[in-house]
């Protein structure tokens, strides 16, 4: 296998802006545009893995602006056909906390400026109603005993954070976790035939969660670089403990279809 192809990812959020050691650098020319930042590449657990700094190397964009397609794209290029992504979450019920890494199994999108598919025209219609892919999931939470599998993840647009009222209605749903980035990342991978999971830090408690003043932008940032090395541990466990990504459905629902879009190397 060429040095510059990979078959797992990570893609890194807020606060994560390397993982690799002595990586090879790759740039990649995506029909979407330049990708966040280059792809590095390098070996974790015997196996060949990509890392791409969601919000670029120096966090210059916002949750709105990223170039989620041609990320997804450049990661699929390069062989990428299952993806952990680490971000940053608020906390909206009491069933978690600061610190927390959890593993959810749903998610609700409420964003509204973001380009969420590579389908331009034609029948082409993604099977959502599981976003994530169980059987990574389970190889997350099978590598350290204090992450937690299942609960619904809400993706807002950001980049300002959610009134109180908001919050609290968001918790009223039922809806555990709060985020600005796992939408369209996770749909976009499903559409590149890649699986796909989120983990997700906990960093705070959302503003209607708790008293006080609401979340700020200095807390979340603080809490993240303080489990990065908690983060890339459990990363390293988990790439060990992937399971085969042949015969999962999330790279097999469209088997049968004439896709409208290109899936580089397929």
């Not at 056909?81 to 069933?95: F, K, Y």
């Not at 082409?124 to 990574?136: A, E, I, S, T």
């Not at 619904?152 to 209605?169: K, L, N, Q, Y």
Request: glycine letters at 10%; a negative charge; charged letters at 20%.
């Amino acid at each position: 296998m060429s040095e510059t192809r990979a078959d797992v990812a990570v893609i890194g959020g807020t606060g994560f802006y390397s993982f690799l050691e002595d990586p090879e650098t790759v740039r990649v020319e995506t029909p979407y545009g330049d990708p966040s930042a280059p792809v590095s590449i390098g070996t974790v657990a015997g196996r060949r893995v990509a890392f791409l700094p969601r919000h670029g190397t120096a966090h210059e964009y916002a949750p709105h602006t990223i170039p989620y397609r041609a990320n997804q794209w450049a990661l699929r290029s390069l062989g990428v056909r299952q993806v952990l992504a680490p971000c940053a979450v608020g906390g909206l019920r009491a069933d978690v906390a600061p610190g927390d890494v959890v593993v959810p199994d749903q998610m609700v999108d409420r964003t509204y400026r973001r380009v969420p598919s590579y389908v331009e025209g034609g029948a082409v219609h993604l099977p959502f109603g599981d976003p994530y892919c169980d059987r990574l999931a389970g190889a997350v939470t099978g590598a350290a005993d204090d992450v937690r599998h299942g609960g619904t993840m809400v993706i807002v647009e950001g980049p300002r954070f959610s009134t109180r009222a908001e919050s609290r209605h968001y918790a009223e749903q039922g809806w555990s976790l709060i985020n600005m980035t796992g939408h369209p990342e996770a749909a976009l991978a499903r559409e590149m035939l890649q699986c796909y999971t989120p983990i997700a830090l906990v960093t705070d408690m959302d503003a209607g969660a708790e008293s006080g003043e609401g979340v700020g932008q200095a807390e979340v940032f603080a809490r993240f670089k303080a489990n990065l090395e908690r983060l890339t541990g459990l990363l390293a466990a988990a790439i060990e403990a992937l399971p085969d990504p042949d015969g999962c459905s999330c790279s097999g629902w469209a088997d049968d279809l004439e896709l409208t879009y290109q899936v580089p190397a397929r």
